[in-house]
Nanobody, 123 residues
Framework: QVQLVESGGGLVQAGGSLRLSCVAS????????MGWFRQAPGKEREFVGA????????YYAGCMKDRFTISRDNAKNTVYLQMNSLKPEDTAVYYC????????????????WGKGNLVNVSS
């Protein structure tokens, strides 16, 4: 089992920045590829981006690649989502996820999920 806990969300004004963290415990963190997803009120969950176990490769949803950056620190069992130039439409609960396959995590079929962290962007 892998337990994932997100933090760093909150209320921010449009144009601001936030960095979300997701700390993993349980199995060896560096064995897993990691992803970030979000779900806005009344909408389906959507893919934000993913990072391979090594941190060398990242992949983003097209609309987010210019403003969002994913990184990881395997020594700290942590993956990060840096969000810049935030917009009100970025308001959502953000989830991190872990999977042993990069394709799987990108497809949203990860094995492990955090409980989510709310990001609220005010206009």
């Amino acid at each position: 089992q892998v337990q994932l806990v997100e933090s760093g969300g909150g209320l921010v004004q449009a144009g601001g920045s936030l960095r979300l963290s997701c700390v993993a415990s349980g199995r060896t963190f560096s064995n897993y590829h990691m992803g970030w997803f979000r779900q806005a009120p009344g909408k389906e969950r959507e893919f934000v981006g993913a990072i391979t176990w090594s941190g060398i490769t990242t992949y983003y949803a097209g609309c987010m690649k210019d403003r969002f950056t994913i990184s990881r620190d395997n020594a700290k069992n942590t993956v990060y989502l840096q969000m810049n130039s935030l917009k009100p439409e970025d308001t959502a609960v953000y989830y991190c996820a872990a999977a042993s396959s990069f394709a799987t995590v990108k497809a949203g079929k990860a094995s492990y999920w955090g409980k989510g962290n709310l990001v609220n962007v005010s206009s």
